[in-house]
């Protein structure tokens, strides 16, 4: 099968971002994020852009929708796909390997699903599609879709949930992928108790460099308490903390146990696109090694 994108998947804090460079940095590649939150400048920390992980000795791997918005500014999984394929596209015009790496269960599924927005059609197979989702999950979707949902949507209605996601969708109908995207995906699976521990030492790593600062930069720049609880995990308890409702400790715990229950919803998130149709090939861990191994037999290099 001829593949044209490889994407490296898994949940947050699992060693994503370091094995792509690596794989990037063995087979000529460009990384393309698909993080939801690291598009916003100056918002480094606590999103883990981790940019040091895109050095592989002494060279830098180039990545893409990174630092590319205010957080003043709203970003739409709709800019999301147009910047992903003007990415890909330059990627592949100078022969080099498209990557697409990260953890946001829905940017993911939109590329590889190829979605292409309809007319609105409250009674198609988008609209069955939607009606076999959890709430929750129709929330996120409508919230990224750049909808302003004071006053206008009822937020424990399904139905009235749905028709607003539809409606988004709709007014995105001028734009169509302008390339068939056929991905080979490669699943980073570590145990969970692994990833509880990575996340509780990355958290107590950042707070003791610089993330309280950075939240309180974002403030004095202009970016309000409302809005960085709408960025959520670290700024929304970075601001509950730094507005006075939660001491240290309690932002400490209650942000560590948001975080875990983030990085079960997106193993959910892959599960549910396996069931899908969509093959991921599970390594355990960030093994550089059996990456290396997956791509060199499926992309002949």
């Given at each position: ?18 094995l792509?460079a690596?794989i990037?940095?063995r ?16 918002m480094d ?5 981790d ?40 990627i592949?015009?100078r ?8 953890g ?21 197979e988008?609209f ?9 999950d ?24 749905i ?10 109908n ?10 080979f ?27 309280i ?41 209650k ?22 149709g ?13 990456a ?6 499926n992309?002949?290099?």
């Open positions: 099968m001829d593949y044209n994108l490889l994407t490296i998947l898994g949940p947050t804090a699992a060693g994503k971002t370091r792509s690596q990037a940095n087979f000529n590649g460009e990384i393309l994020s698909a993080d939801s939150r690291q598009v916003y400048i100056g920390i606590g999103t883990g852009k940019i040091i992980d895109y050095s592989v000795g002494d060279f830098k791997i180039p990545y893409h929708l990174i630092d590319i918005i205010s957080p003043k500014d709203e970003f739409s999984m709709f800019q999301f796909r147009k910047m992903f394929y003007e990415s890909f596209l330059d592949k015009g022969n080099k390997l498209p990557i697409l790496a990260g946001t269960g829905l940017f993911i599924h939109s590329i590889l699903k190829n979605y292409s927005m309809q007319e609105v059609n409250f009674s198609g988008r069955e599609e939607l009606s076999q989702m959890e709430l929750n129709l929330i996120d979707i409508l919230k990224s879709q750049n909808v302003s949902l004071h006053n206008t949507t009822d937020l424990t209605d399904k139905k009235r949930i028709k607003a996601i539809l409606i988004a969708e709709s007014n995105d001028e734009f169509k992928s302008p390339v068939n995207i056929n991905s995906v490669i699943g980073v699976r570590v145990e969970r108790s692994k990833i509880k521990e990575n996340i509780k030492a990355r958290l107590k790593e950042r707070l003791e460099n610089g993330m600062d950075e939240a309180k930069k974002l403030i004095a720049d202009g970016i309000t308490y409302k809005k960085l609880h709408f960025f959520g995990l670290e700024y929304k308890y970075l601001a509950l903390y730094l507005s006075g409702e939660l001491n240290y400790n309690d932002m400490q715990q942000l560590y146990s948001a975080i875990c229950e983030f990085a079960k919803k997106q193993m959910t998130w892959f599960r549910k696109m396996e069931k899908e969509i093959i991921i090939h599970w390594i355990e861990g960030a093994d550089f090694n059996e290396e191994k997956l791509v060199k037999e992309f002949g290099l």
